[in-house]
């Protein structure tokens, strides 16, 4: 129950993040998705402009919360703890970049056609080259900071201030998270939806972003580089070692 009426703006915000994100990126993976292939400069716009409208939507975003007094410290812009956050940030980065290289390479062990939407972003989307990888880098870091500063800072805030309940603002964080995530299917739903939980629960925990943005960085920075890399490779050489190609980073 809403100990509070949410304001128009933030009613507004919730409104496109629930209904306008979901369905603009649903439309856009499909399209890219039914392209026979993606050329460098095709990559390099699609980086291009997600940043852009990442950094668009935090800034909006922010502006509606100060001009509503939400302190910084509310949405988790703080650190109250500071040996904790970064022993937590430390741990909770290197568990998920561990569960993503163990997941990657399991996956390239099966047939390119098991792969499923990761193989497709892994051979359409994910950057080719140093110029791509570069971009890319760019591209997860305004993922990291701007999806943890709108949905487990500013829609935790909200809905916790509302209910009167920090559990209430880790489910719903988590359901609007995981929403924002529909271009990766059912699959890629309940996932999200699991780490969105887990990392809305450390917010509270903490009462910062820090460790989730890390972690949020560091599974993302795994998932573009290294398994774009293994889920191009042929079967017979992503099953060997752990580096497929010998000790080259290119």
């Known amino acids: 129950m809403l100990h509070s009426i949410i304001p128009w703006d933030f009613a507004l915000i919730l409104l496109l993040l629930g209904v306008f994100v979901p369905w603009r990126g649903a439309v856009r993976i499909r399209k ?14 699609l980086y291009a402009s997600t940043i852009a409208f990442q950094w668009f939507a935090s800034g909006i975003v922010l502006w509606r919360a100060t ?17 904790l956050t970064i022993i937590v940030a430390a741990a909770l980065s ?21 792969h499923g ?15 791509e990888s570069l971009a890319f880098v760019a591209l997860v870091a305004t993922v990291a900071l701007c999806e943890e500063f709108i949905y487990r800072g500013f829609v935790e805030a909200i809905f916790e201030n509302a209910a009167g309940s920090a559990f209430f603002g880790v489910v719903a ?59 191009r490779l042929p079967q017979r050489q992503a099953s060997g070692s752990l580096a497929p190609e010998g000790n080259s980073s290119n």
């Open 67 to 83: 001009a509503r007094n939400i302190s910084l410290s509310e949405l988790a812009l703080a650190l109250p703890k500071p040996g």
């Open 173 to 231: 964080s988590a359901f609007f998270f995981s929403i924002a995530h529909l271009y990766q299917g059912k699959r890629g739903l309940g996932t999200t939806f699991l780490v969105g939980l887990i990392f809305a629960g450390i917010r509270v925990w903490t009462g910062s972003l820090i460790p989730t943005m890390a972690a949020h960085f560091a599974a993302d920075l795994c998932a573009g580089l290294i398994g774009a890399r293994w889920l």
């Open 117 to 131: 939407f990761l193989g497709q972003m892994a051979r359409k989307v994910m950057p080719q080259t140093l110029v």
């Open 32 to 45: 890219l998705f039914r392209q026979p292939q993606l050329t460098a400069a095709d990559r390099l716009a």
């Open 94 to 114: 290197a568990l998920v970049v561990t569960n993503q290289i163990v997941a990657i390479r399991r996956l390239s062990r099966m047939p390119p056609e098991r």
